[in-house]
């Protein structure tokens, strides 16, 4: 499990990305570290892209539910608008932001800020998804998560669409989305042979 750094005389901020498949518990590691930035007197602020309206526009909520107040956003420069006073930035959904994303957290921890990014990694396709590949190569800390494939119970990394829909980004949760394993992902995708459950 992810622990704080404590470092001393601390010049600068960091990076830290939790990256994953869908329902691989991306979320969930997000507000638990935030929670426990706010038991250490932080000041925080979260921010979603304002695309992700599954739930509500203003929280964070991890698909158990749990939830945290955010401030929802069209471009990754509008975090700059909001971080005065801060000490902790969280980002959800962060695959869906621009490509200017790591050049904004790269700033942000030049100031100071710890900034915690969570989001996919792949995209249905199982391609690099938006801004994540960039993010990861220039965050301090990466924690990848994953689900368990449902077909044969290994770990899951991809994110397997059940829809026929081909636009990269389809909102949906376990009516369009299943985790799986690389080769159960492979079997869906490539060989086009559906697994039956
Ligand atoms: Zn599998």
Redesign the pocket.
Request: with cysteine; proline share 0%.
């Given at each position: 499990m992810f622990l704080e750094p404590s470092f001393r005389n601390q010049r600068s901020g960091w990076i830290e990305v939790v990256c994953g498949s869908m329902f691989s518990g991306k979320t969930e590691e997000l507000i638990r570290r935030i929670k426990r930035a706010k038991f250490a007197n932080q000041k925080i602020q979260i921010f979603k892209p304002e695309k992700d309206i599954r739930y509500h526009i203003e929280k964070v909520v991890s698909h158990d539910e749990n939830s945290i107040e955010s401030i929802p956003i069209r471009t990754s420069r509008e975090i700059y608008q909001h971080i005065s006073d801060v000490n902790v930035v969280g980002i959800d959904e962060a695959q869906f932001l621009d490509n200017n994303l790591p050049e904004v957290c790269q700033k942000l921890a030049i100031r100071g800020i710890r900034v915690i990014v969570a989001g996919l990694d792949m995209d249905y396709k199982g391609r690099p998804f938006g801004p994540m590949p960039d993010l990861l190569a220039v965050a301090e800390y990466i924690t990848k998560v994953h689900a368990i494939?449902p077909?044969?119970g290994?770990l899951?990394t991809h994110s397997y669409r059940l829809t026929d829909e081909e636009e990269t980004v389809v909102l949906g949760e376990k009516d369009k989305y299943e985790p799986?394993?690389r080769?159960?992902f492979e079997m869906g995708n490539i060989l086009d042979l559906k697994i039956q459950t």
């Open positions: 494939c077909h044969c290994n899951a799986r394993c080769m159960c």
